[in-house]
């Protein structure tokens, strides 16, 4: 093994550390015990007793009916229709929930200012889209304008670059343009100073690096 044991022959669980001369207490939480009870179905759960109890045939045909009558749709909406008309021929009007007070002229008046709620809303959401029509023509107007300016000032640019690059309709023709140094006083002050010449000696002492610095430094 990589590491030293006290029993280096034995392998396995009983080797080093995991030797085990006696029995240990402890135990995997995988190996205890578990789902010792058996479950069983509750009151509400369609257990045996419950089913047999139903009838499962009855309640079978009932539900083919409704979705037959569902499906027809003349069930429901035809006796509507005639409760309808049964209490429209021999009962009175029947009042507003929550306030008796009000009759028939109250309701017409307040369609009429439903009516009149509705009118105002569609004249605003009109004025409202002219506006925005408004503001689109006015930014189509200006990105246009934007564009033609652009354009314009390119071609004057292209056409002003054309015109340097020839020298024959340039107004500077062929002088070259002045440093920026040209007309000061101390231009080539070191024309006629002799030029060092560099010289390579293989001594530290007699080089002229050293010579140099003893006059620097020493002298």
């Given at each position: 093994?990589?590491?030293?044991?006290?029993?280096?022959?034995?392998?396995?669980?009983?080797?080093?550390?995991?030797?085990?001369?006696?029995?240990?207490?402890?135990?995997?939480?995988?190996?205890?015990?578990?789902?010792?009870?058996?479950?069983?179905?509750?009151?509400?759960?369609?257990?045996q007793?419950?089913?047999?109890?139903?009838?499962?045939?009855?309640?079978?045909?009932?539900?083919?009916?409704?979705?037959?009558?569902?499906?027809?749709?003349?069930?429901?909406?035809?006796?509507?229709?005639?409760?309808?008309?049964?209490?429209?021929?021999?009962?009175?009007?029947?009042?507003?929930?929550?306030?008796?007070d009000?009759?028939?002229?109250?309701?017409?008046?307040?369609?009429?200012?439903?009516?009149?709620?509705?009118?105002?809303?569609?004249?605003?959401?009109?004025?409202?889209?002219?506006?925005?029509?408004?503001?689109?023509?006015?930014?189509?107007?200006?990105?246009?304008?934007?564009?033609?300016?652009?354009?314009?000032?390119?071609?004057?640019?292209?056409?002003?670059?054309?015109?340097?690059?020839?020298?024959?309709?340039?107004?500077?023709?062929?002088?070259?343009?002045?440093?920026?140094?040209?007309?000061?006083?101390?231009?080539?002050?070191?024309?006629?100073?002799?030029?060092?010449?560099?010289?390579f000696?293989n001594?530290?002492?007699?080089?002229?690096?050293?010579?140099?610095?003893?006059?620097?430094?020493?002298?």
């Amino acid at each position: 093994a990589h590491k030293p044991t006290f029993f280096p022959a034995m392998g396995g669980e009983d080797q080093g550390y995991y030797r085990m001369d006696g029995g240990t207490r402890q135990v995997s939480v995988r190996d205890l015990p578990g789902h010792t009870k058996l479950k069983l179905r509750k009151q509400g759960q369609a257990s045996q007793r419950e089913l047999q109890q139903r009838d499962l045939v009855q309640e079978l045909n009932e539900k083919e009916k409704k979705a037959i009558a569902n499906r027809s749709g003349g069930g429901a909406s035809a006796s509507a229709s005639r409760d309808s008309s049964v209490v429209g021929k021999n009962e009175p009007i029947p009042q507003i929930a929550g306030n008796p007070d009000k009759d028939a002229d109250d309701i017409v008046a307040n369609d009429v200012a439903i009516s009149d709620d509705s009118d105002d809303d569609e004249d605003e959401t009109a004025e409202l889209m002219r506006e925005l029509q408004r503001i689109k023509q006015e930014r189509e107007a200006e990105a246009k304008r934007k564009a033609e300016e652009d354009k314009a000032r390119e071609e004057a640019e292209k056409k002003e670059a054309m015109l340097r690059g020839n020298p024959l309709l340039a107004g500077s023709g062929f002088a070259v343009k002045r440093r920026w140094d040209d007309d000061h006083v101390f231009r080539n002050q070191a024309r006629g100073e002799p030029v060092a010449k560099k010289r390579f000696i293989n001594d530290t002492i007699r080089n002229d690096f050293h010579r140099k610095f003893l006059n620097k430094y020493v002298k």
